[in-house]
């Protein structure tokens, strides 16, 4: 059974840019969570969507923003990219919700510069 | 808010010794529990997981980690250290039921191994 798939692995861009990641679950898993991780801030929840719709959402400026397909995939969205946006960007699959097993992808680094 | 508190950012052992990660949660109701274990970059790989079953949790690579409601603790063990275990290890916390599914995250201890 395949992993979650994050593309790409590895991002730069410069300040001012938008950037979109993507996110593949687990071939059946309906709820799809993003997580940004910094040496600063550690890891901290950004939004989690379950069959097309957000149910939570972190304390993120609106720059930050997601969606999720009818396949269950998902893309976050950063726009005017600031230097502190750079990060590791995780996703974690769950089949249901979050809080029973969650699965995570290798992540996506962004480096704004 | 539940919250985690992960005590000791940087744990070293030596090989073949004793390995304790501690953690703390903050709720009024035992949450869903949760150690993480990352790599250097790679993402989060679950050791294991407490939710409201046994108090003893058995998790992968040989760890295990205790839930004790009186001291709101949930410390994960390994009673012999290798060196593949040197990794980052994060304490999450869920709360039960629909409605918040998110996991908060404790500050992550760095665990080396000493030869």
């Known amino acids: 059974k395949a992993g979650v798939t994050q593309t790409p692995r590895y991002l730069i861009k410069t300040r001012g840019q938008q950037v979109t990641l993507s996110c593949s679950p687990i071939?059946?898993?309906?709820?799809v969570s993003w997580y940004q991780q910094t040496p600063g801030q550690g890891l901290q929840f950004l939004f989690e969507?379950?069959?097309?719709?957000?149910?939570n959402k972190g304390n993120f400026p609106g720059r930050f923003s997601g969606r999720q397909f009818s396949n269950s995939r998902s893309e976050m969205n950063v726009s005017t990219l600031e230097l502190g946006d750079s990060a590791l960007y995780l996703c974690?699959?769950?089949?249901?919700?979050?809080?029973?097993?969650?699965?995570f992808g290798q992540g996506t680094r962004l480096t704004v510069v | 808010a539940q919250s985690v508190t992960q005590l000791g950012s940087h744990v070293s052992v030596s090989e073949g010794a004793l390995v304790l990660l501690r953690c703390n949660y903050s709720?009024?109701?035992?949450?869903?529990l949760f150690w993480y274990v990352q790599y250097p970059n790679q993402g989060l790989q679950l050791l294991l997981k407490?939710?409201?079953?046994?108090?003893l949790v058995k998790g992968i690579n040989g760890f295990e980690a205790e839930f004790k409601k009186s001291e709101t603790s949930f410390h994960l063990t390994k009673p012999s250290a290798h060196m593949s275990d040197a990794a980052e290890y994060f304490c999450?916390?869920?709360?039960?039921?629909?409605?918040?599914?998110?996991?908060?995250f404790g500050t992550g201890t760095r665990l080396t191994i000493i030869p």
């Open positions: 969507y379950f069959s097309e719709t957000q149910r």
């Open positions: 999450a916390v869920s709360p039960l039921g629909f409605g918040n599914e998110k996991l908060t």
């Open positions: 407490y939710t409201s079953a046994a108090t």
């Open positions: 071939s059946g898993h309906r709820s």
């Open positions: 709720s009024s109701v035992p949450p869903y």
């Open positions: 974690a699959s769950s089949p249901l919700q979050v809080n029973t097993e969650a699965f």
